[in-house]
């Protein structure tokens, strides 16, 4: 059974900063590109940043860049996501998928083949 399973989401100020990962079992993990994708209440779910299966490609969604970093670590079956200079409008649940390797298009959901639970994350101002 394949388990994608979020953490490290919380509270913080404006300006704060905060890691989630998202732990993969029970599928082979260096075969899958991951992607973040946040969905705020009311919102549809949006997609935010995606590595390739290899760790060698990243891709970031506009209002990220240059504040959150996308990174994998193979052995550990685990990738994370590292947002700094957080905003309010940060604020969402934030959810990784997992799609295999062959698809190539990381901002579409539909590409997507596993879904974790999710994990809020909270920027206060």
């Known amino acids: 059974q394949v388990q994608l399973v979020e953490s490290g989401g919380g509270l913080v100020q404006a300006g704060g900063s905060l890691r989630l990962s998202c732990a993969a079992s029970g599928l082979t993990f260096s075969s899958y590109s991951v992607g973040w994708f946040f969905q705020a209440p009311g919102k549809e779910r949006e997609f935010v940043a995606a590595i390739s299966w290899s760790g060698g490609s990243t891709y970031y969604a506009d209002s990220v860049k240059g504040r959150f970093t996308i990174s994998r670590d193979n052995a550990k079956n685990t990738v994370y996501l590292q947002m700094n200079n957080l905003k309010p409008e940060d604020t969402a649940v934030y959810y990784c998928?997992?799609?295999?390797?062959?698809?190539?298009?990381?901002?579409?959901?539909?590409?997507?083949?596993?879904w974790g639970q999710g994990t809020q994350v909270t920027v206060s101002s």
């Open positions: 998928a997992a799609q295999p390797r062959y698809y190539n298009n990381y901002v579409a959901r539909t590409f997507y083949r596993y």
